[in-house]
């Protein structure tokens, strides 16, 4: 028998990154993973997860009854037993465009909606169909949500960043888009309310971008995955209002707004009353993908129409109500961490970012090496900015139970003190 050593196989795993500062950033995306690795486990006291945004772990944001409702009768029901249709159940797409239609100040069809797993699969789909133009490119946010790239970089599509400037409550650089764009550029995408960041982008700001869009040529993604919570002055706009100015892809699903992430159930919307995406075979290309995936589960698209036609005022309040007071929480209390300064009150989503002054900690450099001691002494979880697209940043999450919020936020800092070098605790 040959040496083991020596013996080559067909399935070893390939490097496919560019360059080893490409591979490093693309292993820091799956930190959050080696994170909770890091907690001590002889810890008892209870991890705190501030480094993403699933509070439906906590009792306090459960989901609405009537989803919960809508899922039992969709089961006893029997009528969605069987495989859905390509594009999603009709029932359901047609359920997606009336409660989008809501904001729209013109009306989709059932037509214009394709059921996903999940948003994740419809950032998937629309990234796959970009990257069938060829050598075409993608204009993203800086701090962003990292599946764009990482998706993008697996498909050897070109990235360019943008950047959101917090000087001015995160805002797009418009000037920086039209610079960054070329004859090769297919789109630009806006995620609003913006996960990192929790700003809320103002509607003469998103008219500003949709007119930019339309100048350069390019379509907008609008990932409006956490629509409509905004708790703060600015009211939440869907891109999809612009559509008349520039064809837009929505993106959107039921995770964040009813607190259910698990149930897979998001939408790809065509908001295009003008018909481009159609006449420049975007649609067709789209089509085409999803018919090489398996789509969510056949229970939950029954039981949307009564999720999205029932759930009453009275739920969103409350978790709008819930998600402003954690949010007061986190921003009030980071001001009495030192080595954190806090650019702008978040006003939507789950999300704020912070910068980190690693000069005022001794034995720590970086915000990777922050967070891997923070969740080592403390077994608190946050996200370094780093995996965002901004180093020495850190992405806190608010979204969870109030009292656990305001334990981890004291645990980091504790962190600080026991950290703060001898200049820090003289200032």
Known sequence: MENEAEKKWGFEV???????????????????????????????????????GDPAAFPCFRTAAVAEDAIVDSVRSSMFNCYAPMFGLPLARRAVAEYLNRDLPYKLSADDIYITLGCMEAVEIILTVITRLGAANILLPRPGWPFYESFAKRNHLEVRHFDLLPERGWEVDL?????????????????NPCNPCGNVLT???LQKIAETARKLGILVIAD??????AFGSTPYIPMGVFGSIVPVITLGSISK????????????????????LQKSGIVGSIKACLGV???????????VPQILEKTDEEYFSKV??????TADICYDKIKEIPCIT????????????VKLNPSLLEGINSDMEFAVQLAKEESVIVLPGIIVGMENWLRITFAIDPSALEDGLDRMKAFYYRHACQEALNL
């Open 203 to 205: 509607y003469q700001h």
């Open 224 to 229: 409006e995955v956490y629509g409509h919570l």
């Open 14 to 52: 390939k490097q496919e990154l560019n360059g080893a500062r490409e591979a490093e950033v693309a292993a820091l995306r799956y930190a959050s993973v080696s994170l909770m690795e890091s907690v001590d486990k002889n810890d008892p006291r209870p991890v705190i997860p501030l480094g993403h």
């Open 293 to 303: 995936r398996s789509g969510p589960s056949t229970l939950i698209q029954g039981a």
């Open 320 to 325: 709008i109500g819930l998600l402003r007071e």
């Open 342 to 353: 806090r650019p702008n009150k978040p006003e939507g989503s789950m999300f704020i970012m």
């Open 257 to 276: 707004r009813w607190i259910v992430p698990g149930w897979r159930f998001g939408w790809l919307a065509t908001n295009d009353p003008n018909g481009v």
């Open 175 to 191: 000037e920086a888009v039209e610079a960054l764009a070329d004859e090769n550029t297919a789109a630009i995408v806006i995620i």
